[in-house]
T-cell receptor, first 119, second 115 residues
Framework: AQKITQTQPGMFVQEKEAVTLDCTYD???????LFWYKQPSSGEMIFLIY??????QNATEGRYSLNFQKARKSANLVISASQLGDSAMYFC????????????????FGSGTQLTVLP | EPEVTQTPSHQVTQMGQEVILRCVPI?????FYWYRQILGQKVEFLVS????????KSEIFDDQFSVERPDGSNFTLKIRSTKLEDSAMYFC?????????????FGQGTRLTVV
């Protein structure tokens, strides 16, 4: 079974600084995708960025980048130049191919990190 | 920008009552999901739906739960006899295609409160 671990329940960062949110994963499946979602206090889940297990380069999307270290099984999210609007819960998630599972595989989520950006 | 739409945003129901949570996935998406998030906890998978049938379901998705895609646009989650522990945020999600790296887009959620 796959597992996602986020060890930082809460993080604080000063506005305009960069912050790294940790995520480690565990799976024996060689083919998987790693995703980060943002959940503001309003509750919706907003997709931020993804990384495929076979991707050679780290994913980037605007101020978000994913520091993918396959040997360490980590997929940390880096937010550069933090803004007050970045204050939210951040979830790391994974999808694996699985065996005989078809293509509708679900996401497995971590417990989340509550990020607070300080003015 | 296309989005997943869920209604209602908040529903309060009495224990033992049936509820139907509604979702309109992004059109031309093929894979549909329900997840739930009990307050302060992680997001948990309930069920996936593809080609007009359930593809996978978790152990949470017992006989009290059912899903339907009645008309090609709506995707519903029914809870037949709600329990207090069903109180949670329920998210619908959809994906355009299969594979591991296709992102899922989530709706804004329905907060279900069972009293």
């Amino acid at each position: 079974a796959q597992k996602i671990t986020q060890t930082q329940p809460g993080m604080f960062v000063q506005e305009k600084e960069a912050v790294t949110l940790d995520c480690t994963y565990d799976t024996s499946d060689p083919s998987y995708g790693l995703f980060w979602y943002k959940q503001p206090s309003s509750g919706e889940m907003i997709f931020l960025i993804y990384q495929g297990s076979y991707d050679q380069q780290n994913a980037t999307e605007g101020r978000y980048s994913l520091n993918f270290q396959k040997a360490r099984k980590s997929a940390n999210l880096v937010i550069s130049a933090s803004q007050l609007g970045d204050s939210a819960m951040y979830f790391c998630a994974m999808r694996v191919t699985g065996v005989g599972s078809g293509s509708a595989r679900q996401l497995t989520f971590g417990s989340g990190t509550q990020l607070t950006v300080l003015p | 920008e296309p989005e997943v739409t869920q209604t209602p945003s908040h529903q309060v129901t009495q224990m033992g009552q049936e509820v139907i949570l509604r979702c309109v996935p992004i059109s031309n998406h093929l894979y549909f999901y329900w997840y739930r998030q009990i307050l302060g906890q992680k997001v948990e998978f309930l069920v996936s739906f593809y080609n007009n049938e359930i593809s996978e379901k978790s152990e949470i998705f017992d006989d009290q739960f059912s899903v339907e895609r009645p008309d090609g646009s709506n995707f519903t989650l029914k809870i037949r006899s709600t329990k207090l522990e069903d109180s949670a945020m329920y998210f619908c999600a959809s994906r355009a295609r299969g594979g591991v790296i296709t992102e899922a887009f989530f709706g804004q959620g329905t907060r279900l409160t069972v009293v």
